[in-house]
């Protein structure tokens, strides 16, 4: 090989180098930004993997989890968790409530987005696909409520969503919303103090 050639050889090398050490530090910085994130988002109410496998590259990402304040009444929002892209393009929030309702009518005054009706339960945790995104209802009577009577029976319900673009859709989509929502639901329960004593399982079933 020629002088003249080498050169060229090493100089081709070099760009290729540089390109790639770009392309690297874009990925890098510029679309890593839910991977920043701690690995438990909202005061370590649910793992950060979640919103990963949910929401797009992006070059920032911001989280938040609120307590709410205490109720005395049997409603009200006790939990609220949001994982956000830059410029808030995509979320993935959640919220937890506790409510006086049963089963049975939580049930009925839910209905499905696709017309498919979509549930699974296990323990005497049952989730939902709503039109809205996924719900989660645990029965759960706290320490002001145990001597109350409930009109129906006291819960605390989680309701999931996401908003703007998403890396999966359809039936996969939904199984992590609905992951979500129960991390969320879980860390509030153990928050609230349920008389319940209800056992979690590591996770949900799937949703067929």
Partial sequence: MKPTEKKMTKQA???LAVVGLGVFGYTQFFTKGVER???????????RVIAEKVLPNTMTAAQRGKRGAAYSSSRGTVFFCSVKTHGEDSILSGEVRVNDVSLAKW?????????????VEVKRIVAMVTSEGVSVYVPCTRPEQDRQKPLESYALIADARTIGD????????????????YQILRHTYRAEECQERQKFPAGLPDFE
Avoid: I, M, N, W
Avoid at 37 to 47: H, I, T
Avoid at 107 to 119: F, L, Q, T, Y
Avoid at 174 to 180: E, K, L, N
């Fill in 13 to 15: 090398l070099v760009v």
């Fill in 37 to 47: 994130l701690p690995e438990r988002v909202c005061s370590g109410a649910a793992d």
């Fill in 107 to 119: 049930r009925a005054g839910h209905s499905p987005g696709d017309g498919k009706s979509r549930e």
């Fill in 166 to 181: 998403t890396r999966v859709s359809g039936v996969e989509l939904q199984q992590y919303v609905a992951d979500f929502a």
